[in-house]
């Protein structure tokens, strides 16, 4: 079982920077592929981010492509998302998740291909 814990939310304004962290418990942090999701009121959630738990492979949706950035320390159990030059349509709540995987390459994008996911922290974005 691993416990994932979401930080570093807030209100700020468009263009400001942001940067999220997630803390696991539980396990051991390593051979987990992990991710950054966002969902809004009445919408799916949508995939953000993702890692291979090697830290070397990422992928981001082209919403946020080369706005934000994933990273990992494996060390202090913690993903972190650096959120760069926000707009007011990245307000949503954003979750990171867990997925087991010996594959030292491989990330997820699909929800449902997460096995455990955090409580979710508050981003909002103001114009």
């Known amino acids: 079982q691993v416990q994932l814990v979401e930080s570093g939310g807030g209100l700020v304004q468009a263009g400001d920077s942001l940067r999220l962290s997630c803390t696991a418990s539980g396990r051991t942090f390593t051979h987990y592929a992990m991710g950054w999701f966002r969902q809004t009121p009445g919408k799916e959630r949508e995939f953000v981010a993702a890692?291979?738990?090697?830290?070397?492979?990422?992928y981001y949706a082209d919403a946020v492509k080369d706005r934000f950035t994933i990273s990992r320390d494996n060390a202090k159990n913690t993903v972190y998302l650096q959120m760069n030059s926000l707009k007011p349509e990245d307000t949503a709540v954003y979750y990171c998740?867990?997925?087991?995987?010996?594959?030292?390459?491989?990330?997820?994008?699909?929800?449902?291909?997460?096995?455990?996911w955090g409580q979710g922290t508050q981003v909002t974005v103001s114009s």
């Open positions: 998740a867990a997925k087991s995987t010996d594959y030292t390459g491989r990330y997820y994008i699909g929800a449902y291909d997460y096995d455990y």
């Open positions: 890692i291979s738990w090697t830290g070397t492979i990422t």
